[in-house]
């Protein structure tokens, strides 16, 4: 299978501290990847780098076409949506408005309409209050909304599950399993492995910056087996 | 250095954006008005001038009434962009740095010109004022100057998001920074209001000033954005 995107030797540095330490891997189109570890691990720091937002202290980081001009995380921006702890909206817009202002600074590529986003993560695209009014469910799943709406084709998710009652977890694995089934790359990082485990082809655990190990999920192993 | 690619309708998107939250909360105006018409009441219960010398120091307190409001301000130009991180959902999206900037910039001048606005009539009572010179040049000398301010306290303030005194950093980069505008600001107003001097080479230098600054601002925003 293709690979989506690869990691060479990559470190982090914040001051003294390592938070990844050489990491090397590759991520496969079409698969899912949950991330494990202990807080403190680097999952959230490792995410950041793929999406672009920080760059590696040492070592490389390929997207989309292996090594060569234009394949870095900050080149293909618009083709990897990022969900993080923060909801990432403003609190004095409503979930519409907040993704219609997202559409528009995506407007050269193809964009779901704001209002099926919305209803695709369960929430109506009428309701007219702020953000900043919403339960923290609520939110994460407006933020999640505010990711799909630009169709990206490597979906980075930290802690997606946090905050959620068990219902909307459910929810939210069965739409991430559509999202798979198109194609899309999802990596997520989770403390709540049970939940992630129909969705996972593979697990990766860090430990203190470290990637220790890559484990076939249930689902892929399954499918091996057949 | 890359060339800012300014995408007008990107510009309108952030601009829409910022107004229609202003216009909801209205934290921005309200903060500014109450500062600057503080500065003007107590300068002018303090000082207590005479018409003659009202027109020679309005210049200068409508100016600093301007710059310590508009500092209120635009210390919180970020702060919406950097609570809950939307500041790095911004970064994700291919739409160019430089409409994000200018799109804050505008707002942020209109928020200023407003207060500029309301406050016009306050000042006018408070200090009697009448231009001697050609009154309506205020209209041109005001907003050259504003906008020196605020493209100025935008970008320096988007400089100081990451640090942890940036509400002390700003005034302290931004000040010594706008002098040369200051300057520029004051002699055209006073040389408007008392009619004894030609402000034309004022507003020039003030032109000059927001071409040169604003041209630079622009160039550099996309380093500042993306630092880490």
């Known amino acids: 299978m293709p690979s989506i995107a690869r990691l060479e030797n990559v470190s982090r540095l914040f001051g003294t501290f390592a938070a990844l330490r050489q990491i090397s891997t590759e991520f496969e189109t079409g698969r899912c990847y949950v991330l494990l570890g202990e807080n403190g691990a680097g999952k959230s720091t490792l995410l950041r780098i793929l999406a672009g937002l920080l760059q590696p202290s040492y070592g490389k980081v390929f997207v989309f076409s292996g090594p060569g001009a234009g394949d870095t995380p900050q080149s293909q921006r618009g083709r990897i949506g990022y969900m993080s702890h923060a909801a990432m909206l403003y609190d004095e817009l409503s979930a519409s408005e907040n993704l219609a202002y997202f559409a528009h600074l995506y407007r050269e590529q193809r964009c779901l309409d704001p209002a099926d986003a919305l209803r695709s993560v369960g929430l109506d695209p009428a309701l007219e209050r702020p953000v900043g009014q919403y339960s923290q469910g609520m939110r994460q799943r407006t933020s999640l909304a505010r990711v799909l709406i630009s169709q990206p084709e490597l979906l980075l998710l930290d802690e997606p599950f946090s905050n959620m009652d068990m219902g909307s977890a459910r929810q939210m694995i069965s739409l991430l399993g559509q999202f798979r089934g198109e194609r899309r790359t999802i990596l997520l990082t989770t403390h709540q492995r049970e939940l992630a485990e129909p969705l996972a082809d593979y697990f990766l655990t860090l430990e203190a910056g470290r990637l220790v190990s890559t484990v076939a999920g249930p689902r892929l192993m399954a499918k091996e087996q057949q | ?228």
Not at chain 2, 180 to 204: C, F, H, N, R, Y
Request: aromatic content about 10%; glycine content about 4%; charged content about 15%.
């Open chain 2, 1 to 228: 250095m890359k060339r800012p690619s300014l995408k007008s309708t990107y510009l309108w998107t952030h601009l829409a954006k910022d107004l229609r939250i202003e216009w909801r909360s209205k934290d921005a105006i309200n903060s500014m008005l109450f500062f600057a018409l503080l500065v003007v009441v107590l300068f002018s219960l303090a000082f207590d001038p005479t018409i003659s010398v009202s027109r020679q120091i309005a210049g200068g307190i409508l100016c600093v009434a301007t710059l310590f409001a508009s500092v209120t301000a635009l210390n919180q130009a970020w702060a919406r962009e950097l609570r809950h991180q939307v500041l790095d959902a911004q970064r994700m999206t291919p739409a160019p740095a430089a409409s994000l900037f200018l799109g804050k910039v505008i707002a942020n001048f209109l928020f200023v010109s407003v207060v500029q606005l309301l406050l016009a009539p306050l000042f006018i009572m408070f200090y009697n004022l009448r231009a001697l010179g050609q009154g309506w040049l205020l209209a041109l000398v005001l907003p050259l100057g504003t906008w020196a301010l605020v493209v100025n306290g935008t970008f320096f303030a988007a400089l100081s998001i990451r640090t942890r005194n940036r509400e002390l950093l700003l005034p302290l980069i931004l000040f010594p920074i706008f002098i040369p505008a200051m300057l520029a600001m004051v002699q055209a107003s006073t040389a408007i209001l008392t009619g004894e001097s030609d402000p034309d080479l004022w507003i020039k230098m003030l032109a000059g000033y927001d071409v040169i600054f604003t041209t630079i601002c622009l160039l550099l925003f996309e380093t500042i954005l993306h630092a880490e």
